[in-house]
C-alpha cells in the first residue's frame, strides 16, 4: 500500500456500477458509499454516475445532472468563471461526494434549509453551493470586465446555472436516503481529543507532513502530478482562502484524520491529523474579503485561526 496524503485529489476516474449497500447504520440504501478504508480497486468509484447510468436515459433532468457531475469533479476546467484556484469540488468532496468519512453529499440534499452558524442565516442547498465556490475554490479573486471596460468583482449567487446543475447532482445522489443521512459529521476529531490550537507545533506538523503527504502533495503543498491524478494545492494563491472551512484548524484535521492518507485513510493518530492542520494553517493563503460578516452571531471558533491573526476584538451580537 503507497503510504500518501492525497488531501485534495483531483477525481478523474470510472465508475463503479450502481448497487444496492449498508450504511452504518444498518439501513439499505440507494447509493453505498464508498467504504473509508479504500482499495486500489475502490479508490476512484463513482458507485452513482450520471455519466454511464441508464436511469437516467428517459429522465428530463438528465443533461442537467450529468453536467452537475462535470462541474463537480472538473470544477476549476468547467467553471472558469466561478473558480478561482486549482481547485474541484471532489477534491474534499471525495469519490464525486461518494466515499464515507470524506465529506459524503449522498443523502445530504434532505437536510436544507439548514441554519449556517458562520453567515447567521438560513441556508438553501444552492447557498451552501455558492459558499463553496466563494471560499473553498475562492470565487472572490475573480474579477471580470464590464461592458465599460471596467473592471469589477463579481461573485456568483444562486441564480447561476452551475449552481443549479451542481444542487441537480447532490439532489439526485441523495434519492432514496434518510435525513439526516447517518453518516454525516463522521469525520470530526473527538472533542476529548482536541489540543488547543497554541499548544499545536508547526514544525512537528511540517515533519509529518513531510513524511505522510509530500508524496502526493509536494513539500511545497502544490501537488504532484502521478498519472492522471494529481493531488490540489494546500496553500498559496491556489488553494482555498481563509474564509473556507478547511482553513479551521479542527475541520481540516477531522477530514486528514479520516480521510487521508488517500489510499491508507485512518492510519494517522488524532493529534498527528491536528499537527499536520497545524502546519498547513500556519500558511499563507488567499484572503477571504467578507471575513468582516462572519460569526456575528456567535464566537469566533478558536481554530478559525485566519480571523483570529491581526483582527481587532470583536464581541458577539447574539450567541446561538
Not at 499537527?275 to 467578507?290: D, F
Not at 464566537?299 to 485566519?306: G, L
Request: with cysteine; charged share 20%.
Amino acid at each position: 500500500m503507497i503510504r500518501t496524503a492525497r488531501t485534495l485529489v483531483l477525481i478523474i476516474a470510472a465508475a463503479a456500477a450502481p448497487a444496492r449497500a449498508q450504511h452504518p447504520g444498518g439501513d439499505s440504501v440507494r447509493a453505498p458509499l464508498v467504504p473509508a478504508s479504500t482499495t486500489m480497486v475502490t479508490a476512484w468509484d463513482f458507485p452513482l454516475n450520471p455519466l454511464t447510468d441508464s436511469s437516467l436515459a428517459a429522465s428530463p433532468r438528465a443533461s442537467q445532472v450529468r453536467r452537475g457531475f462535470r462541474l463537480f469533479t472538473r470544477t476549476a476546467e468547467e467553471a472558469p468563471a466561478l473558480t478561482g484556484n486549482g481547485l474541484a469540488c471532489g477534491n474534499c468532496h471525495l469519490n464525486a461526494g461518494q466515499r464515507e468519512r470524506a465529506l459524503p453529499l449522498t443523502g445530504v440534499a434532505g437536510v436544507f434549509p439548514e441554519y449556517n452558524k458562520r453567515e447567521g442565516r438560513i441556508f438553501s442547498l444552492e447557498d451552501r453551493i455558492v459558499g463553496c465556490f466563494m471560499r473553498s475554490q475562492n470565487a472572490t479573486a475573480i474579477r471580470a470586465d464590464t461592458p465599460s471596460g471596467d473592471r469589477i468583482r463579481t461573485y456568483p449567487d444562486t441564480s447561476a446555472a452551475e449552481v443549479a446543475d451542481i444542487a441537480a447532482y447532490i439532489r439526485w445522489i441523495s434519492e432514496g436516503t434518510g435525513a439526516p443521512p447517518p453518516w454525516r459529521g463522521h469525520n470530526t476529531i473527538a472533542a476529548d481529543s482536541l489540543i488547543p490550537v497554541d499548544r499545536l507545533d508547526p514544525a512537528r506538523g511540517k515533519s509529518l507532513f513531510q513524511e505522510h503527504c509530500s508524496s502526493c502533495h509536494g513539500n511545497d503543498g502544490q501537488g504532484v502530478a502521478i498519472g492522471d491524478k494529481k493531488a490540489g494545492p494546500l496553500w498559496g494563491p491556489r488553494s482555498w482562502n481563509d474564509g473556507a472551512g478547511a482553513a479551521r484548524v479542527y475541520t481540516l484535521a477531522g477530514f486528514i484524520r479520516y480521510a487521508m492518507p488517500y489510499l491508507n485513510p485512518g492510519c494517522l493518530t488524532a493529534e498527528e491529523a491536528q499537527q499536520i492542520a497545524g502546519y498547513i494553517t500556519s500558511l499563507p493563503r488567499p484572503a477571504y474579503p467578507l471575513k468582516r460578516y462572519d460569526y456575528l452571531r456567535t464566537r469566533i471558533p478558536p481554530d478559525a485561526v485566519y480571523y483570529q491573526r491581526g483582527a481587532p476584538e470583536r464581541p458577539p451580537l447574539n450567541e446561538h
